[in-house]
Each structure stands twice: as C-alpha cells, then as structure tokens.
C-alpha cells in the first residue's frame, strides 16, 4: 500500500459528460502528480500541484483542469469527454515540490475511466 | 515523439534465469533514470535508479546499468522469480529535474515462466 488513495477505482461514462478523480496523497506529501495512461502510451505526464500550486504542466487538455485543495488532495476535472480520453489515471505524490533528482513517486491504484 | 523507448511490449523469462529489460532515450539532457515495477491493478513503485555520474548501480537481485554514449541502460534481474512478474517502465529525468520533470517509457511486461 503506497498510502496514496485514488477515487473511484472505476468510471464509466458517456462521450460529452464530466468527471471528476478523487486523490488523497500520503500523509505529509505536499506535492500531488496527475499521470494518464492509455492503451499502448506509457505514463503521460498531465500536472503537478505543490502546496495548493500549480508547480508543473505536461501534456493536459484544455478540457482537464484539477486542483489541490488546503487538505492536500486533489482533484482532476475531465469535461466534454470524448472517447480517446478512456485511459487509466494514475495521482502520485511526494514529500517536496518534485525538484531534486533522488525524490520518488508514490503512486495511486489508478482509476479506469470507460468513455462509451 | 517518445523520448524514453521501451521497445519490447513483453519479455518471456524463465524461473531462474537472468531477466533484461532494456531501454533507449533521445533526450542528451536526461540525467537521472529509474525503473518503476508495477503489479495488475496497483499503481507503479520504485524499483531501482542511477544517475548519469555511474555506469551501474546494485539492488540485491536487481542491477541496472547506464551507457550514456549509447543512451541505452538496462536492468537485470538474476535470478528471475515468478513474483517478478509485472510491467516495468523506464523513466529518465532531465539534470537539475525531479519527479517534475520524469518521462516515462511505454512499459514492458515481463513473464516469469515456472
């Protein structure tokens, strides 16, 4: 158990909806990464959020957004889905703001979102 | 353009022998790399990881190595087990980057045959 806690596991939803993945980091974690993963990809990289800021930004969507709240946890926001954006999302965490070389990912179980 | 490559989807090992997962990258700014292990319907965790400053770094069963003028490093693992079994993905971060800045390869899932 990484200590990174992802909801909900699954989602299955119609092309044009809206979702939103839930993630708690581990406690003490300031940072909070948001991974897409999709058939045949590796880990893309979507966003970073450091302490209630956005620290990094990769390849998102502008039809994702997510947040991180006072608490830690965070939020990504898919709108207007379409059916490419079926994929598996994966939060991770770590204790600072991902800037040194030896600071590891914790990663979340992920959840499986179905566009249909 | 895929900056890490993974270009084996999956490797067949068995129980016993030396496993060799290998990866190649284009990016000449990676600096630190690491490999992540992960299990069905668990997410990625972090297996092993040298920096650009040595050529090979041991974790008990599990060594990888780094040959920069080839941008190829790979990572052994002797003897292969059947928990082994899983997806391994290659990550690669640029100098004075962290976990911001990891681009990770598509994966190889690796078999462990009894």
């Known amino acids: 158990d990484s200590g990174v806690t992802q909801t909900p596991k699954h989602l299955i939803t119609a092309t044009g909806q809206r979702v939103t993945l839930r993630c708690s980091p581990r406690?003490?974690?300031?940072?909070v990464y948001w991974y897409q993963q999709s058939l045949d990809q590796g880990l893309q990289f979507l966003i970073q959020?450091?302490?209630?800021?956005?620290?990094a930004k990769g390849n998102i969507l502008e039809r994702f957004s997510a947040q991180q709240f006072p608490d830690l946890h965070s939020e990504l926001n898919l709108s207007s889905l379409e059916l490419g954006d079926s994929a598996l999302y994966f939060c991770a965490s770590s204790v600072g703001a991902g800037g040194t070389t030896n600071e590891k990912l914790f990663f979340g179980s992920g959840t499986q979102l179905s566009v249909l | 353009d895929q900056q890490v490559k993974q270009n084996s989807p999956s490797l067949s090992v068995q129980e016993g022998r030396i496993s060799i997962l290998n990866c190649d990258y284009t990016n000449s700014m990676f600096d630190y790399f690491l490999w992540y292990k992960k299990y069905p319907a668990e997410g990625p965790t972090f297996l092993i990881s040298?920096?650009?400053?040595?050529d090979k770094n041991e974790d008990g069963r599990f060594t990888v190595f780094l040959n920069k003028s080839a941008k190829h490093l790979s990572l052994h693992i002797v003897p292969s087990q059947p928990g082994d079994s899983a997806v391994y993905f290659c990550?690669?971060?640029?100098?004075?980057?962290?976990?911001?800045?990891?681009?990770f390869g598509k994966g190889t899932h690796l078999i462990i045959q009894p």
């Open positions: 406690s003490g974690d300031l940072s």
């Open positions: 040298i920096s650009s400053i040595k």
């Open positions: 990550a690669a971060s640029p100098e004075g980057g962290g976990a911001d800045g990891l681009t």
């Open positions: 959020y450091y302490n209630g800021e956005e620290r």
